[in-house]
């Protein structure tokens, strides 16, 4: 904790007194602690990179200048690293969007499970490269909450993209719609998508944790599958700009389930 206090001398009806206020800066501080760590992660995720593409500058206008293979080897190193950057700063972009409109209540209606169709349909290349298949139940029926069509996608393409690529080969990703369900921690009926795979799971000390920015259970397994950290950070924002919750439970060894649950009202 932290205050600052304040003493000052007063003269009420030829009476003194001392006025001492405290003030509760914790939050104050806390803020400026939490905006200084996020610039220097954000400093240290792109240094990265870019000091492995600057490295290999150097050495293709150097000793490599004239040797066509390691030419063709590092262009492509070169590539996936600036691909890696051109995310991280998508995602930065999408996060800070989603931030500076925490206050605004979405007013469209947004039919759930017609999103999650797509989002399926959309992953299914990259599900297919990574042979993984997905299952996708319930929705039959047209189903609408108040949100915002973009933001909600989003939701779901992070979460289903997360399953493909930690779930592993030859496993099934299942997508699971549940309408008019009674949640415990909601007030009124809402509609439930779970999300599940059958990867290695996540040990239960990390689960509070991953819609932190930049937090990764594994960083060497989330960069080699082009993760930028950022994907779970944005879920939550979404989410609470739409009054919904993320809820997850793993079970080590067999996979995780991902539920986003969003209020009808
Ligand atoms: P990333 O871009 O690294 O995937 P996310 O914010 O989407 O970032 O996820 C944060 C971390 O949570 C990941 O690095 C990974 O360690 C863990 N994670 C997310 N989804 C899953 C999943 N389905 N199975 C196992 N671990 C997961």
């Known amino acids: 904790l932290s205050y600052e206090v304040r003493v000052r001398p007063v003269v009420v009806d030829g009476f003194s007194f001392v006025t001492v206020i405290f003030e509760d800066r914790t939050q104050v501080l806390e803020a400026g602690q939490m905006r200084r760590d996020f610039v220097a992660n954000v400093s240290h995720e792109l240094r990265t990179p870019l000091t492995a593409v600057l490295g290999f500058i150097e050495t293709l206008m150097g000793p490599a200048a004239d040797d066509t293979a390691a030419r063709k080897r590092f262009l492509s190193i070169m590539e996936r690293e600036a691909k890696r950057m051109n995310r991280i700063v998508g995602d930065l972009l999408s996060l800070s969007r989603v931030e500076s409109e925490r206050r605004v209540r979405p007013t469209d209606r947004v039919d759930i499970p017609a999103v999650v169709r797509t989002v399926a349909s959309s992953l299914q290349s990259l599900a297919e490269i990574r042979d993984v298949k997905i299952i996708l139940e319930g929705g039959e029926n047209a189903d609408t909450v108040p949100g915002d069509r973009d933001q909600i996608t989003q939701v779901f393409t992070n979460l289903v993209e997360n399953a493909i690529k930690y779930g592993g080969a030859g496993k099934e990703v299942r997508i699971c719609i549940t309408s008019h369900t009674v949640e415990p921690t909601m007030r009124g009926p809402a509609i439930r998508v779970d999300v599940s795979d059958q ?67």
């Open 199 to 265: 990867g290695d799971g996540i040990p239960h000390q990390h689960i509070p944790r991953l819609t932190e920015r930049f937090y990764r259970v594994d960083s060497h397994r989330s960069r080699e599958m082009g993760g930028t950290g950022l994907g779970l950070a944005i879920v939550k924002h979404i989410l609470n700009r739409h009054r919904g919750r993320l809820r997850v439970e793993s079970y080590p060894g067999q996979g995780s389930l991902f539920s986003v649950i969003l209020p009808y009202e």
